[in-house]
């Protein structure tokens, strides 16, 4: 007997679902491509220097960048508050790039396998459309299930949209405070 108190997602339900996922996968793509553009711009690649950081993953950037980071404000080659941007925005990468993985390597289910072990949606938005459960598809950390709504991963687009354009301006504002002359 099928459980009556789940509704069955509609086939427009589903394609709103893959659409919010193909967005995501872009708008995540865009986001590594600028953050592998800063983080080469950080650590001073010229010439042939970009081919370190191709093929990195955001992991490996977010380490990496906050390691060079680390030598900038030993350096004082800005003001510290340019340093504590550029923090805050890597961990931001981490954490969109976390739940990106989840999503995109995810297998979506329209009822909760665990029942009682599902973990509640990522936001505390109310639902605004059909409610879904994703576990991951690589169980590397055991078997995990939350729910979510297209629009929480559409929200998680719009995230991954933001810090790309949030990574170029912060480039810019440090360019400019390393070229300004500063009062001695």
């Not at 427009?12 to 590594?32: C, M, P, W």
Request: aromatic fraction near 8%; include cysteine; proline fraction near 3%.
């Amino acid at each position: 007997m099928e459980d009556e108190s789940v509704p069955i997602a509609s086939p427009a339900s589903r394609e709103a679902l893959y659409r919010a996922i193909g967005r995501l996968a872009v708008e995540s793509a865009e986001l590594e491509s600028r953050l592998r553009h800063v983080v080469g711009w950080l650590a001073g690649d010229h010439d042939a220097g970009w081919i370190v950081f191709e093929g990195q993953s955001v992991e490996w950037l977010v380490s990496n960048g906050r390691a060079v980071l680390g030598e900038h404000a030993v350096m004082e080659k800005w003001p510290a508050a340019e340093n504590s941007r550029f923090i805050e925005l890597l961990g931001q990468a981490q954490e969109i790039n976390r739940a990106r993985n989840y999503i995109i390597h995810g297998l979506f289910d329209e009822d909760c396998l665990l029942e009682d072990e599902c973990e509640a949606r990522p936001v505390s938005s109310e639902a605004d459309g059909h409610v879904w459960h994703v576990v991951r598809s690589r169980y590397r950390k055991g078997y995990q299930e939350r729910q979510i709504t297209v629009s929480d991963i559409e929200a998680l687009g719009d995230r991954a949209q933001q810090l790309a354009t949030d990574l170029n301006a912060a480039k810019e504002a440090a360019l400019d405070a390393w070229l300004r002359p500063r009062d001695n």
